[in-house]
């Protein structure tokens, strides 16, 4: 600006400078929109597209916000309710009969699982419907109750409480503390991907079996995928029984 | 504070026209919001669908990854299906041409398992190579499994077709070359089922995949014989491997077309004829003859074909009789429709256990269908009945412990229970049936038992044995439910049960086939049925069954003597009275009915099977069956059909790539109720997350390309007041 006025009153070089700036922004002005008046803007010619694009705007970010945030909804409630799980599991262990988590829970713990390694302690839920999935690893009804004889078969999302079982190898120790707080140590045996459509998990294992399931891959956007992550981990102290994963391919796990 | 007083301040000078504005505001906000949301979520899903594929594509060296035979990454060879039905009177001569196409550039041999009526004999086979038909020939089970082990070995052609369950069969096909098509025929014989007054004829295009209750056999066999199937063999189906064929993964394409083509004679004026299933076309011919296809040409194996006719008023058959003499031998089969029982007596009190199937198989349409036929027969209670509802899949819930007397409360109690099934889990039929068998003895009333299910399990044999056990006096009716029902298993159920069975298969067939079933169970029309011949006969079913309103009684018989002839009569007891109705029973000359003489050889392989679940010696049976099938040339349980082409084409050393045809789950049942035996593990988390940063990326760009674009109005602006600036500058100079 100084340089400028010197050359206001300079004159001659002004003129030049002046053209000089006016051309450069004439020339800049042009290159992004060609000599157009303002209502005219690509993006939205006059108020109402202006107002259009406010619209998409803020469309776009509550969308976004409402979106982001139900998905950061789901991380809340599976940490959330490990939280509560554990201080109805502590309540529980004062009084010895399973406590609801929360008044209106239609599930409780039957299980901690714990997996030292992985720094994993978490509570298992009763039933595995996608409800009770939300809040924990869930025990599927069907299967062994824990620490009974059988197969006892846990699952969890993928993406939350189940999400360490990429970590796991054959050998690992798991943990499982019962309701009456005795425990039991299961050793990771068989780690498998499988389609779940050659997935069958016998219930009436000749070992005390844990099985825990989650989806696969971990790492995919599209939850309802066909493949299964399956840990199969027996009772210590067991000899090896039937095989543990039956399919037409099962020959291939070993 | 201040600034918030100042807004307030203009909140509260808002005029209508501004809250109007605002409302508008709100509004296309709500609709952009809408509609970019469903953008971004194709977008999302586009990219993620990829990412996904990319991600089981490429799993990680040294993982496992079990998949079904063929890892589901060959493609198998293609089928395509004709069927042609030559129909007469009250048998039908069905033609099934099973053409193997191999589009890949290796040899390959197709393995696929597929269903055929439960009463059809299969008699023939045919293997047709380019111009070259090479003629099957019925061996014992292992022989004919040898023959085309060595064929296949020798690099020569050969197909083998082999009985798994009398409604379920495998076809298997060794060295088909790069693009070569090689087509097997299958023909059978079966009589025709008359009921009600109609004609039916079932054609069996599906599968629902069977549940196979047990634990894994821990030896697996490296025997030849070993299925392609999906589930290895269980303590308690020990040929699991051989029926469950692969499933098309929804989604991916319904495979296996299927054309069917009808003539049908049946030999009277109709007033009916329809399909019940499919569209299709009818041509009527001279005659009352008719020539019937599929509307559309070809359609996926994805549902049973049913066409059923319905003779004209008065030209009803009461009564027909067909022979066929062969080899010096002579065969009849014997049709009698006893007249319509008069006014029926009020039935008595009775006591109904309702016994309904609720596990992944009838996840989708079947589970509509089994709700609203329980709550119709729900509606047919009488006060003084007493009932029960049984729900099972992996676990048995019954409603009730022992069965409740029927009123309002017990009514209303028991259609929220109806209401609130939902199908889910494995179909462990053997403590569902335990439980209706094992109620204690009720003094007065008549007990029955009504079984709603798709029948889709694999050891029928197990649980036929315990109805037979446990039974009683009670009647047990099986329903079968859904478009693709294993009626093997719910006929010979009803039939064990002394009951009688109907098909529902589709919703809006539930009113009239529930209807017509509650009439019929009422009270059986017709007991202890015994036929009279004028000589010596053998003749099935050995013990004829109780008959329903409707149901005709249908014999076979081989005549001893072939000069045998005179009036048959049969004698039974309708309402609590003797009833007897006379044949006349022509021999020498009259019409020739081919194909009764194989129906004969079916019913009695029938009758001996049904002795060995009964505990007749297993060797025996095996023995006779063997010599009955190879005499009539027929597939039975421990017979064979095999072709073998003697020349052989595959290059030496060549080793077929076995590959299982897939098969299309039924229409209207759900995948991942039947294979995804195990809950949803995966959260929308990541997706919504993904969704979510898309949809504020797009706004941020928005934004800031419309800031650009102020920006430009800005560098304008600039240019003008410079601009000015310069005129006014030059101005004072």
């Avoid at chain 2, 004679?265 to 001279?286: K, M, Q, W």
Wanted: proline residues 7%.
């Amino acid at each position: 600006m100084n340089s400028e006025a010197t050359a206001v009153e300079r004159g001659g070089p002004f003129d030049r400078a002046a053209r000089a700036v006016r051309v450069a922004m004439d020339a800049a002005v042009r290159g992004m929109r060609p000599a157009r008046p303002v209502e005219s803007s690509p993006l939205g010619s006059g108020r109402r597209n202006q107002r259009l694009l406010t619209i998409a705007i803020a469309a776009l970010v509550s969308a976004g916000m409402l979106a982001a945030g139900s998905g950061g909804y789901l991380y809340a409630k599976a940490a959330a309710g490990q939280a509560l799980l554990h201080w109805a599991w502590a309540r529980g262990a004062a009084n010895g009969t399973p406590v609801k988590p929360w008044p209106w829970a239609d599930t409780h713990p039957v299980a901690r699982l714990i997996v030292a390694r992985q720094h994993v302690d978490e509570l298992v839920l009763a039933g595995a419907s996608g409800r009770t999935l939300a809040w924990g690893p869930g025990h599927l009804d069907d299967s062994a109750p824990p620490g009974a004889p059988g197969n006892t078969v846990l699952s969890a999302h993928r993406d939350t409480h189940f999400r360490f079982l990429q970590h796991l190898v054959p050998g690992d120790d798991i943990v499982v503390e019962l309701v009456d707080r005795t425990r039991r140590h299961y050793r990771v045996r068989d780690v498998a991907i499988v389609d779940v459509r050659a997935l069958r998990i016998p219930r009436d294992t000749a070992v005390p079996t844990l099985t825990l399931v989650t989806c696969y891959p971990f790492d995919a956007v599209m939850p309802g995928g066909p493949l299964r992550y399956v840990v199969v981990a027996e009772a210590e102290g067991h000899v090896r029984g039937r095989p543990l994963l039956a399919s037409a391919a099962a020959a291939a796990l070993r | 504070m201040a600034q918030a007083g100042r807004a307030m301040a203009r909140g509260a000078g808002f005029g209508a026209g501004a809250w109007r504005d605002i409302g508008r505001l709100l509004l296309e906000s709500v609709a952009a919001g809408t509609l970019v949301s469903l953008v971004l979520g194709l977008a999302v899903f586009i990219v993620a669908t990829q990412a996904h594929a990319a991600g089981s594509g490429d799993v990680r060296q040294g993982t496992l990854v079990l998949r079904d035979a063929d890892g589901g990454k060959v493609v198998a060879p293609l089928l395509f299906t004709d069927v042609h039905m030559d129909v007469s009177g009250m048998t039908a001569r069905v033609r099934v041409v099973q053409r193997f196409v191999n589009p890949t550039s290796e040899w390959r041999e197709g393995v696929y398992v597929f269903p055929l009526p439960e009463k059809a004999a299969v008699d023939h086979l045919d293997m047709t190579i380019g111009e070259r038909v090479i003629q099957g020939q019925v061996k014992e089970r292992d022989e004919a499994r040898r023959t085309y082990e060595a064929a296949k070995a020798d690099g020569n052609k050969a197909s083998l077709v082999e009985q798994e369950r009398p409604n379920l069969f495998t076809t298997s096909v060794a060295h088909i070359g790069p693009d070569e098509t090689i087509a097997v025929a299958i023909e059978y014989q079966q009589s025709l089922a008359y009921d009600t007054g109609s004609f039916a004829l079932r054609f069996p295009l599906a599968i629902t995949p069977r549940y196979i209750p047990g634990s894994a056999l821990a030896e697996t066999t490296a025997d030849s014989n070993v299925g392609s199937g999906t589930v290895a063999p269980t303590d308690q189906v020990a040929d699991a491997d051989r029926i469950t064929p692969p499933v098309v993964v929804p989604g991916t394409g319904a495979v296996n077309p299927v054309a069917i083509d009808i003539d049908l004679n049946p030999g009277f004026p109709l007033a009916r004829l329809a399909s019940t299933y499919h569209d299709v076309r009818i041509e009527e011919r001279t005659g009352h003859r008719y020539h019937v296809t599929l509307a559309d040409g070809a359609v996926p194996a994805a549902r049973d074909f049913e066409l059923a006719w319905t003779p004209d008023v008065g030209a009803a058959p009461g009564a027909a009789v067909l022979t066929e003499e062969r080899d010096g031998r002579k065969f009849a089969l014997l049709m009698v429709l006893p007249p319509v029982t008069d006014a029926a007596a009020p039935p008595a009190p009775r006591e109904i256990t309702y016994i309904v199937d609720t596990s992944g198989s009838m996840e989708g349409v079947s589970i509509d269908q089994a709700k609203e036929a329980l709550v119709m027969a729900l509606e047919r209670l009488q006060p003084g009945d007493r009932f029960n509802i049984i729900e099972f899949n992996s676990v048995t819930r019954p409603l009730h412990a022992a069965p409740v007397p029927v009123d309002a409360t017990t009514l209303a109690e028991a259609r929220r229970f109806v209401r609130s099934l939902r199908a889910q889990g494995g179909t462990e039929m053997l403590p569902a049936l335990t439980a209706a068998l094992g109620t204690a003895r009720s003094d007065t009333a008549m007990r029955q038992v009504v079984f709603l299910t798709d029948g889709a399990v694999g050891n029928e044999t197990e649980l036929l044995r315990l109805i037979e056990a446990r039974l009683g006096d009670r009647r047990l009716f099986t329903i079968g439910i859904g478009p693709a029902p294993n009626t093997y298993f719910l006929k010979k159920a009803a039939e064990a049960g002394r009951g009688t069975f109907t098909f529902i298969g589709d919703v809006r067939e539930v009113k009239e086939k529930m209807g017509a079933l509650l009439r019929k169970i009422e009270s059986p029309v017709l007991t202890d049925i015994d036929v009279v011949w004028p000589g010596g006969v053998v003749a099935y079913p050995g013990k004829l069954p109780d008959l329903y309103a409707g149901e005709p009684v249908v014999l076979t018989a081989e005549l001893q003597d072939a000069k045998l002839a005179g009036p048959v009569t049969l004698a039974g007891v309708r309402a609590g009275k003797v009833w007897t109705a006379t044949l006349p029973l022509e021999t020498g000359g009259g019409t020739n009915a081919p194909g009764v003489g194989v129906l004969w050889a079916r019913d009695k392989i029938e009758a001996l099977m049904d002795a060995k679940r009964n505990g007749a010696p297993a060797d025996e049976i095996r023995k006779e069956v063997v010599a009955t099938a190879l005499e009539h040339h027929l597939v039975s349980a421990y017979t064979s059909l095999v072709a073998v082409d003697v020349t052989p084409t595959a290059p030496p050393g060549t080793i077929a790539k076995k590959s299982a045809l897939p098969t299309n789950l039924p229409e209207g049942e759900s995948y991942s109720a039947i294979f995804g035996g195990l809950p949803q593990t995966a959260t929308p988390g990541p997706l919504l997350l993904v969704a979510g940063a898309l949809a504020l990326a797009l706004a941020a760009m928005l934004a800031a390309g419309r800031r650009l674009a102020r920006g430009r109005d800005v560098v304008h602006d600039a240019v003008r007041v410079v601009d000015a600036a310069v005129h006014a500058a030059r101005r004072v100079c």
